[in-house]
T-cell receptor
């Protein structure tokens, strides 16, 4: 069975600082990996996805993520955080057949002025 | 174009009651999925429907059921509500059921069971 672990429940960074959110997955085959963001009172918005090819993927809002098969990781990064980035971030893995997603527990990001 | 819409936004029920949640997908999308998000946790997959047929079911009891209509809208039904069913219920739509097809999520229905 597939699973996703996000080791950090809460992270606080200063505005303008760099950010890295960790994600580890367990999946028997080639994973389909996603990062979503959820702001209060809103649904999930897709930031980026990895299916194959270049292991560094670019997403919206200046985010990027790197797939490392040897470490079973798909960490999300941003070089300079803005106050509007404060939200909850979810890493997810999708099955080869069908697009049912398995989500991690989420990381809540707080941004200090 | 309108995104995924869900109704109602909030509702409060008591234990043992039944609830129906509704979802309208993005125009042209034929697949609808339902997820349960308990406070402080990530969403958990409940059901996926494509072209009115169930394509996937998560690890939820038989009290949970769903269906998809000819216009691709969907209902999630929960019988004999328990306190633990209190959660945000998210609906997502996509054009098809491959992982290549991005899922677009609605704002959710907040269910409180007292």
């Amino acid at each position: 069975a597939q699973s996703v672990t996000q080791p950090d429940i809460h992270i606080t960074v200063s505005e303008g600082a760099s950010l890295e959110l960790r994600c580890n997955y367990s999946y028997g085959a080639t994973p389909y990996l996603f990062w979503y963001v959820q702001s209060p009172g809103q649904g999930l918005q897709l930031l980026l996805k990895y299916f194959s090819g270049d292991t560094l993927v670019q997403g919206i809002k200046g985010f990027e993520a790197e797939f490392k098969r040897s470490q079973s990781s798909f960490n999300l990064r941003k070089p300079s955080v803005h106050w509007s980035d404060a939200a909850e971030y979810f890493c997810a893995v999708g099955a080869n057949a069908g697009n049912m997603l398995t989500f991690g527990g989420g990381t809540r990001l707080m941004v200090k002025p | 174009d309108a995104g995924v819409t869900q109704s109602p936004t909030h509702l409060i029920k008591t234990r043992g009651q039944h609830v129906t949640l509704r979802c309208s997908p993005i125009s042209g999308h034929k697949s609808v999925s339902w997820y349960q998000q308990v406070l402080g946790q990530g969403p958990q997959f409940i059901f996926q429907y494509y072209e009115k047929e169930e394509r996937g079911r998560g690890n939820f009891p038989d009290r949970f059921s769903a269906r998809q209509f000819p216009n691709y809208s969907s209902e999630l039904n929960v019988n004999a509500l328990l306190l633990g069913d209190s959660a945000l219920y998210l609906c997502a739509s996509s054009q098809a059921v491959s992982s290549y097809n991005e899922q677009f999520f609605g704002p959710g229905t907040r269910l409180t069971v007292l």
